[in-house]
């Protein structure tokens, strides 16, 4: 099982360059050979499927004899082509690879009608080169990152060249490239903090953004984590007590969860998965980091009350079958994250974004114990950054983005990452702005809740109206289970 602080790190996290003007006139667009690992992924819709790379500049002040870098694109041709601008996927992480999302796409009711267009980033997925750190897989202390790091520079990569900016102008570069006047952006988590980013340079291309976990500057992940984490945790203590059910049966789950958490602190229980006969120890602060990090996924989501009164009443084995099902399946994500450009990215906007601090804002309450568990990991990614040395983000990434541009501005009311108040936030500088919250998910909307689909659809086909689907009105919280909580 991965460590839990490893799991939390993964709720949030950031970057960039200095903004550089126009497009690489350098820029070499080609087709290429789709590699054997995403036609197997492709299957029986592997006809549907084209590879291509450009090249680009590694460094936009050095864009003649510069070192080069070469982004991978994937491009989706659409079951029955009418015309529609494509739609581009800008994937999060930071340093995730958007073609780990072809099974996605393909399976998407999106692309019946739509080209989709994913593109691995700098540095991420099949991008050349790959900022990609195997030294982290079986670290058991800080020293990978210095070692990553230490690799990577003797390779001739400037780490400071894979942040936010840089990849904000590739979209562009590979805009102007594919010839593609009209583009509709989709962003998901730090994805739709690139989208707002791009049409800040380029809102004539922009024919529509959605944005899914919204992520919008001057926002700083790591200045509001805390506060985050107690507000999706405060969501799940609420809609309990609205539900009757619910509350009939766990009348005090607030007071309950902290209860367990401190017993287990005093006192570790021993798990065992299913078919292991050796167990693992899980204190209070592990249970609820595990929480906070369980909060994003649907399926977890109406269990948690029932595995709160179980863990009161000293029984686990709910715990490890949400560990082993609902999460489980999220770990293949680690394959295609690249820790390099992530730590550039977030590193980078970390010093840009210094001085946000939670404490300039009296409004905040935080239980302790959450502050307690995350104020030092924060210090910790802090840390981290001394190591990795990476040059700051332009300041574009302290001011908050106004675009004309429609958006579409989707949010699960349990997020943790990105909360539904950062939607509120980008929304107010947007003017064709519409944003749906959805009560019953966490975090990555679209791929969670067909509704989802049915609503950007909408969006899509008239994006300066506010898109109708009766699907949402439909939606509530989660359906809690109903569990009896005693051994017998």
Not at 85 to 112: Q, R, V
Not at 308 to 335: C, T
Not at 436 to 456: I, T
Request: charge should be negative; hydrophobic fraction near 40%; include cysteine.
């Amino acid at each position: 099982m991965p460590s839990l602080v490893r799991t939390l790190i993964l709720l949030l996290l950031l970057s960039l360059l200095p903004k550089v003007g126009a497009q690489d006139d350098s820029a070499a667009y080609s087709a290429v050979t789709c590699p054997s690992s995403i036609q197997l992924n492709a299957g029986a819709d592997e006809f549907r499927i084209a590879c291509a790379k450009i090249s680009l500049p590694e460094n936009r002040m050095e864009r003649e004899n510069g070192r080069r870098v070469e982004l991978f694109v994937l491009r989706i041709s659409p079951a029955e082509d009418i015309g529609n601008a494509p739609i581009m996927h800008l994937a999060g992480g930071p340093g995730d690879a958007s073609s780990a999302d072809l099974t996605f796409w393909l399976g998407s009711t999106l692309s019946n009608n739509y080209e989709i267009i994913l593109v691995d980033q700098r540095g991420t997925g099949l991008s050349q080169p790959s900022l990609d750190c195997p030294e982290y897989n079986d670290a058991e202390d800080e020293r990978w990152i210095g070692d990553c790091r230490g690799r990577l520079n003797e390779q001739g990569i400037d780490l400071s060249q894979y942040q936010g900016m840089s990849i904000v102008w590739d979209f562009h570069d590979l805009l102007v490239a594919l010839g593609l006047d009209q583009i509709n952006l989709y962003g998901n988590s730090y994805g739709s903090r690139l989208a707002m980013l791009l049409t800040t340079i380029a809102p004539e291309r922009i024919r529509s953004m959605t944005l899914d976990g919204v992520y919008p500057p001057p926002r700083y992940d790591l200045a509001e984590l805390a506060y985050n984490a107690d507000q999706s945790l405060e969501r799940l203590f609420k809609d309990c007590r609205a539900d009757a059910a619910c509350h009939s049966l766990y009348p005090d789950l607030r007071e309950m969860f902290y209860r367990v958490v401190a017993e287990m602190n005093a006192e570790p229980p021993e798990l065992y998965h299913l078919g292991e006969s050796t167990g693992w120890t899980l204190n209070g602060d592990q249970f609820l980091a595990w929480t906070i990090g369980v909060l994003r996924h649907k399926e977890a989501l109406p269990i948690l009350p029932a595995l709160i009164a179980m863990f009161d009443a000293g029984v686990y084995d709910l715990f490890v079958l949400i560990d082993g099902f609902a999460k489980g399946p999220q770990w293949h994500d680690l394959d295609f994250r690249s820790e390099g450009v992530e730590l550039s990215v977030r590193c980078s906007e970390s010093q840009t974004l210094a001085g946000r601090e939670r404490a300039k804002d009296n409004k905040w309450e935080i239980a302790d114990e959450i502050s307690s568990l995350l104020d030092p990991l924060v210090q910790h990614l802090l840390n981290q950054c001394e190591i990795w040395d990476v040059s700051s983000a332009p300041i574009v990434f302290a001011r908050p983005v106004a675009s004309d541009v429609p958006a579409l501005l989707l949010s699960g009311a349990y997020d943790p990452a990105t909360p539904p108040h950062w939607a509120d936030f980008a929304s107010a500088q947007l003017s064709k702005g519409w944003s749906f919250v959805f009560p019953n998910l966490g975090h990555g909307v679209l791929e969670a809740e067909e509704c989802a689909a049915r609503l950007m659809r909408a969006f899509l086909e008239s994006p300066a109206e506010k898109p109708a689907a009766g699907c949402f009105l439909e939606l509530g919280p989660p359906q809690f289970v109903e569990q009896e909580t005693d051994e017998s």
